[in-house]
């Protein structure tokens, strides 16, 4: 017990540290939280992807219910982002378990989400307040649904909601940030927990570990909610762009790292 009891406690603390640096950034601090419980957690292979999930399903309501009273819900966007990620997820679910339950090619999946990622907050610039933001390029729905659904599988084999993936093209494309956030991050509410219920079904089959780790994906997502919100309070008082170098920074040696332990 005691040692379970740690376990909570350190997931609580680093999910709250990871939530705090990345939230400023604009990702998800599931992103990180896969290599940590991999690494310093130790959460077998397949159940750390949907205790990953589980944590969205924890931490983004309160964000969510931010944007709510702010009267930004995401409309039409967010129902069309979830109508493709949230088939997507449970389709990455039958692949992670059914083809790579192993960690080796689990390591280089993981390495092929964090080092573009991390390349892209190097190279990128966010968008300046005082410069007029550009009509957007309408992605056709048929299109984003697609996309959509590619998202959200490599979200269900990875442990991401999706809306981390997703943010960068939608803004890309001319979409003001304050329409993507909340619909970005509502497709990762919805399609986190139906990826948590697919994982859980799929484990009543399976003779490895596929349940989410109940206990510390709730630590985790307490300890993403609390500092996804210390870090957006925190945001308007950091340099942007040293923030997104930063992390940047971070999550391509991370991935430096998964990949040369999926190789070696």
């Known amino acids: 017990m005691p040692d379970t009891l740690w376990t909570e406690v350190v997931a609580l603390i680093a999910a709250y540290l990871i939530a705090v640096i990345t939230t400023p950034a604009g990702i998800s601090g599931a992103v990180l939280l896969l290599p940590f419980q991999i ?155 139906g990826g948590v219920i697919t994982f859980t079904i799929l484990s009543l089959h399976q003779h490895i570990p596929v349940a989410p780790d109940w206990p510390t994906g709730i630590a985790l997502g307490l300890g993403g909610l609390a500092g996804g919100y210390t870090g957006a309070r925190l945001q308007s008082r950091m340099p942007d762009v040293l923030i997104r170098r930063l992390v940047g920074v971070l999550v391509t040696a991370i991935g430096a790292y998964f990949l040369s332990s999926g190789l070696g």
């Open 39 to 193: 690494s310093v957690l130790a959460t077998p292979s397949p159940s750390v992807t949907p205790t990953n999930l589980l944590y969205n399903v924890v931490a983004t309501p309160g964000a969510l219910y931010r944007y709510w009273r702010q009267g930004q819900t995401g409309g039409r966007l967010a129902l069309v982002l979830i109508a493709g990620t949230l088939p997507g997820v449970i389709a990455g679910s039958f692949i992670r378990v059914k083809l790579i339950p192993g960690p080796r090619v689990f390591d280089v999946l993981v390495a092929g989400v964090l080092i573009p990622l991390g390349i892209w907050l190097v190279l990128s610039r966010p968008a300046r307040p005082d410069v007029p933001h550009r009509p957007a390029w309408m992605i056709p729905v048929p299109l984003l649904v697609i996309l959509a659904v590619v998202v959200g599988c490599v979200g269900g084999i990875y442990g991401l909601g999706g809306g981390a993936l997703l943010a960068p093209v939608l803004i890309g494309s001319g979409r003001k940030p304050s329409e993507v956030a909340p619909a970005a991050l509502a497709s990762t509410f919805v399609t986190s927990a």
